[in-house]
């Protein structure tokens, strides 16, 4: 078993939740299952093979002779990964790059003759904008005999950009925090960014033609749409200055936006300005995209293992949305419809559901949108034998906490009344994290090095 399965196993099994339960072991080795299957590191190996001076990736075949210049360029939480496993298939002939992940030494760290730059997450920070300046300069003077291998991943929006002229970093941080504490969706977040920045909505496609492209993809959205992940830097944008706008308004941000932020949408809807790179273009002729993880692999290694362990299995959803505390209130109800009747499956059940629900911040507390879900679930939960639900970030983050996410089971009510701890209370502070500190059920493997949104677990004994 290697370290990071280890790890997931031992966090599941020292939650207090689950501390007692037969079902601790077999929970382990079910949510590790389900990271291992997306471990970028096996999924770059997959899709890229050398055979001498052949190499292939995904369907494609390339001559290595007729090859100029082989070069990565990438960003993402999962960047390190993805450039190790590049590096070992193709060896030498990788001539250079450069990948922008989240944790890197300063300046830069060396794998092989390609760096790895870190960037600021979730707001890009001053990183960020020295790594995407870097990232442009890289795909700077390529020709149409190279061959441009970019490393797409979670996270990417923020930790490599290249603000628009006019947009400073402190106007993008204010963006970014204002619609994470409204609430809004990924799809949201990354409209706007690809509409402020030069790297999004096709920006390294633009940059790195007319070498050809090929951009190996990890993905963090739901459904995985191509435009949306990293904010879409290989692939046509069908989003537009109007759809940004929209977004503002629906938040009802236009007095808070940074007035160049605002100047520079408006300056786009007037038709002032180009819009970004849109299907149909030709740069993409010479650009393919591959996804090589998702969401839906990781939810069925997990069913996989769950029949190992005798379980019934069902995959709810590799699309779950909308407010954290509904969502875990939700999934709770299927907990008590499995123990009332055995539906939607019989005990032994586990049930799995992928997506990324929202957190729409009304109090000061700390938490993440992983914690809020469990939480959201305890009063619903609650009585119910043999049964556990578990919420996890299959990055091993959740908000800006130590925590992947918390365990919650039908005597975690009961438990926190022992200690004069009131759920409502802390889910009207948004302050999942210091409920489940007190209970001993925060899931703290730390960064897994892979990112393919959120997994939610039921177990039903």
Not at 196 to 212: C, H, M, N, S, Y
Not at 235 to 252: C, E, L, N
Not at 348 to 361: D, K, Q
Not at 399 to 418: N, Q
């Amino acid at each position: 078993m290697d370290n990071l399965s280890l790890r997931i196993q031992q966090t599941c099994q020292q939650s207090m939740a689950l501390q007692n339960s037969p079902q601790a072991a077999a929970i382990g080795a079910i949510v590790a299952a389900a990271i291992a299957a997306v471990d970028p590191y096996q999924a770059v190996l997959r899709a890229v093979q050398r055979d001498g001076e052949r190499l292939r990736i995904g369907e494609q075949s390339f001559d290595l002779r007729a090859i100029r210049r082989l070069k990565a360029v990438g960003m993402g939480k999962a960047g390190r990964a993805m450039l190790q496993a590049l590096n070992d298939a193709l060896g030498d002939r990788l001539a250079g790059g450069m990948v922008i992940a989240k944790h890197a030494a300063p300046p830069y760290e060396e794998i092989g003759r390609a760096r790895l730059l870190a960037g600021g997450h979730p707001a890009p920070d001053a990183n960020s904008i020295e790594a995407g300046r870097q990232l442009l300069a890289e795909l700077e003077g390529g020709t149409a005999d190279d061959l441009t291998i970019c490393l797409i991943s979670g996270g990417g929006s923020a930790l490599a950009a290249a603000p628009a002229e006019g947009i400073a970093l402190a106007d993008l941080q204010a963006l970014t925090n204002h619609l994470l504490a409204c609430g809004a969706t990924v799809n949201e977040i990354n409209c706007l960014r690809k509409h402020l920045d030069r790297v999004k909505g096709g920006g390294v496609a633009r940059q790195a033609a007319p070498a050809r492209l090929v951009s190996l993809i990890l993905s963090d959205v739901i459904g995985n749409p191509l435009d949306v992940i990293a904010s879409g830097p290989s692939v046509p944008d069908p989003s537009t200055y109007a759809d940004a706008w929209q977004i503002i308004q629906k938040y009802h941000l236009e007095a808070s936006l940074p007035p160049a932020i605002g100047r520079r949408l408006q300056r786009g809807l007037a038709g002032d300005l180009p819009e970004t790179l849109k299907p149909g273009d030709p740069i993409f002729a010479r650009t393919t995209n591959l996804v090589v993880g998702s969401n839906d692999q990781a939810a069925q290694a997990a069913l996989a293992r769950a029949r190992q362990f005798g379980y019934h299995t069902l995959l709810l959803s590799t699309y779950l949305q909308g407010e954290a505390r509904s969502a875990g209130q939700f999934l709770a109800a299927i907990a008590r419809q499995i123990a009332a009747s055995g539906e939607p499956l019989p005990r032994p059940a586990c049930l799995v559901a992928g997506g990324e629900t929202t957190v729409t911040l009304h109090g000061s507390g700390k938490g993440g949108r992983n914690q809020e879900l469990a939480l959201g679930a305890a009063a619903e939960l609650a009585g119910l034998p043999e049964t556990v639900l578990l919420s996890f970030g299959t990055d091993g983050e959740d908000g800006p906490t130590d925590a992947a996410g918390a365990a919650v089971t039908g005597e975690t009510l009961g438990r926190a009344a022992s200690l004069g701890l009131k759920p409502a209370l802390f889910l009207q502070n948004n302050d999942a994290y210091h409920f489940f500190a007190s209970l001993g059920d925060l899931l703290r493997p730390g960064p897994t090095g892979t990112n393919v949104n959120d997994l939610t677990f039921l177990f039903s004994g």
